[in-house]
């Protein structure tokens, strides 16, 4: 059993930026890959962000690139995304999700897929004004 909370949405205007948290039970975090998904009003759950175990391999979405930051603290059992340059198209519900069983010889080969993912968050709302 593994519980997500996340935190750190939020209504902030074009170009600002934002801090998610991503908090989680169970014993064997670091063993999971970690990875963030959004969606909008609309639209399907997309993927945004993910990261190893150790945190030494990262893959973004294109329309995030150079824009997000994917982090995690193995220690706290937190994963963190940085959210820089906000555009009204960022707009979405922010979930974190844990896969418990990745690919442990390419950790990015199924990091996109969001059927990989056994637990996710409630979300958080992330709200960008123009």
């Known amino acids: 059993q593994v519980q997500l909370v996340e935190s750190g949405g939020g209504l902030v205007e074009a170009g600002g930026s934002l801090g998610l948290s991503c908090a989680a039970s169970?014993?064997?975090?670091?063993?999971?890959?970690m990875a963030w998904f959004r969606q909008a009003p609309g639209k399907e759950r997309e993927f945004v962000a993910g990261?190893?175990?150790?945190?030494?391999?990262?893959d973004y979405a294109d329309s995030v690139k150079g824009r997000f930051t994917i982090s995690r603290d193995n220690v706290k059992k937190t994963v963190y995304l940085q959210i820089n340059s906000l555009k009204p198209e960022d707009t979405a519900v922010y979930y974190c999700?844990?896969?418990?069983?990745?690919?442990?010889?390419?950790?990015?080969?199924?990091?996109?897929?969001?059927?990989?993912?056994?637990?996710w968050g409630q979300g958080t709302q992330v709200t960008v004004s123009s």
């Open positions: 169970g014993r064997t975090f670091s063993r999971y890959v």
């Open positions: 999700a844990a896969d418990p069983s990745p690919n442990m010889r390419d950790p990015t080969k199924y990091m996109r897929d969001p059927t990989k993912y056994d637990y």
């Open positions: 990261i190893s175990m150790s945190a030494g391999v990262s």
